[in-house]
């Protein structure tokens, strides 16, 4: 889209990338799929070098990976889920970093693309969460006291039940999941549209010499806002992380 | 061109079947190969480490307990050895005044013998003066009187006989 002068590309052309290997199929490979291979690689070559380095007194990356597992154990799951759920460490630290990097790609020079702005990619990670929790819960409490825990809120008078059942089934089975993958996938849409304006912006008055008198203040609003998405990554991935803590825990230790 | 769109894209709101695809066996591989292979490791490293903080201030604790245990019992026993030596001292002034009273009572007992012992050799020998005084007076009084009969001196005579008799005694 061309606004006075701005070539401003169109949402979709930000989005939506062409395949690099097997077009035309189910498993089209374009950078959205390198980039969650690569999110998954990072992660896991950061475990194996920390793991490798074992040292007893932790420098570098085995301190880095080790602050981030005592992070999540403490922070996210004991004040969430409780001892129970200390067994659930590994699996969301790997949930954390992946989100972490798919997120942070977003400011990363040349990738500049977090693939947690696509629904392909929030959408899937909210649904293995939705259908863990609810398998958790399920092999935990058995299913009829799973889903009475889950839809019928104790202490509650019988007649408000008709009102409440509803709600709960609303809020826990399906807005749950949705929630997850819209928040995740439109914090990060918003960031990278944002930062794609400022960008445009600058570049556009980098090019017109009468621009230059404003040109401060688009470039200087970029890098705020470049350190602004590198933290809402790591807040974002934190948010995802504790959410799926807080409904496993209840999965784990019967809600309400 | 102003407010024109380019081109029509499918809606990007929309997932892609192949970007799902690859996404979800991303985070599978992830899983998977992190829980069984990359967590332990690091997992059993801190784990060990907060064994080793636990068991070095456990260890440090019982230290420190020994430490005061072992202090106590030097106090103790400086405490006792100080006593002992007390009690020794006192013994000792004591053994040493009983030892100086026994001194002093035998020396007194022993001066008092001697004196014993002296008076009595002064009365022997002075009885045995007197024996012999005797004896001597005896036998000068039977030769005096063999010399009176012997001589039949005068009485007159006899006065000088005595005085020089006498006076050979006393030589004597």
């Given amino acids: 889209m061309i606004f006075a002068g701005i070539n401003f590309p169109p949402i979709a052309e930000l989005l939506n990338w062409k395949p690099i290997a097997f077009g035309g199929t189910a498993l089209m490979f374009n950078k959205i799929a390198v980039l969650t291979l690569l999110s998954a690689a990072i992660t ?9 380095r074992q040292k007893l007194v932790p420098r570098g990356i085995q301190n880095i990976m080790e602050s981030s597992i005592d992070f999540i154990t403490n922070s996210v799951v004991i004040d969430v889920m409780g001892q129970e759920g200390l067994a659930w460490v590994p699996w969301l630290t790997g949930l954390f970093f992946f989100i972490l990097f798919n997120n942070l790609f977003e400011v990363i020079p040349f990738i500049q693309m977090p693939a947690t702005a696509r629904t392909s990619v929030t959408i ?16 935990k409490q058995g299913f009829g006291r799973y889903f009475k825990s889950a839809l019928v809120p104790s202490g509650v008078p019988v007649a408000l039940l008709i009102l409440l059942v509803p709600i709960e089934l609303l809020s826990t089975f399906i807005v749950r999941p949705f929630a997850l993958a819209v928040r995740l996938f439109g914090n990060m849409l918003a960031g990278h549209l944002l930062l794609v ?3 445009v912006i600058s570049e556009a008055l980098f090019v017109r ?12 609003t970029l890098v705020v ?3 602004y998405e590198i933290f809402v990554g790591f807040l974002q991935a934190f948010i995802f992380t504790i959410l799926t803590a807080v409904y496993l825990g209840e999965s784990l230790g019967g809600g309400h | 061109m102003l407010f024109g769109v380019v081109t029509q894209s499918p809606n990007p709101i929309l997932p892609s079947t192949g970007e799902i695809i690859w996404s979800v066996i ?14 332990p490791p690091v997992a059993s490293m801190m784990a060990k480490r907060s064994d080793k903080i636990r ?9 420190r307990r020994d430490a005061e245990r072992l202090a106590e019992e030097r106090r103790a026993e400086l405490g006792r050895a100080r006593e002992e030596g007390q009690r020794i001292i006192e013994d000792a002034r004591a053994t040493g005044e009983a030892l100086r009273q026994e001194a002093a009572a035998e020396a007194q007992r022993e001066a008092q013998m001697v004196r014993e012992q002296a008076q009595l050799q002064v009365a022997a020998e002075r009885s045995r003066l007197i024996l012999e005084l005797r004896g001597e007076l005896a036998g000068m009084a039977i030769e005096l009187s063999t010399r009176i009969l012997a001589h039949e001196l005068a009485s007159s005579e006899v006065d000088p006989l005595v005085e020089s008799l006498l006076a050979e005694a006393d030589s004597e």
């Fill in chain 1, 44 to 52: 896991l070559a950061l475990f194996f070098v920390a793991g490798r």
């Fill in chain 1, 124 to 139: 899937p990670l909210a649904l293995i969460v939705y259908v863990t929790f609810i398998v958790v819960g399920v092999k």
């Fill in chain 1, 197 to 199: 304006t400022f960008a």
């Fill in chain 1, 209 to 220: 010499s009468i621009g230059l008198i404003v040109l401060p203040l688009p470039a200087a």
């Fill in chain 1, 225 to 227: 806002l470049t350190g």
């Fill in chain 2, 26 to 39: 991303s985070f599978g591989l992830l899983l998977v190969i992190l829980v069984k292979y990359a967590f």
């Fill in chain 2, 55 to 63: 068991d070095d201030l456990e260890a440090a604790e019982s230290a």
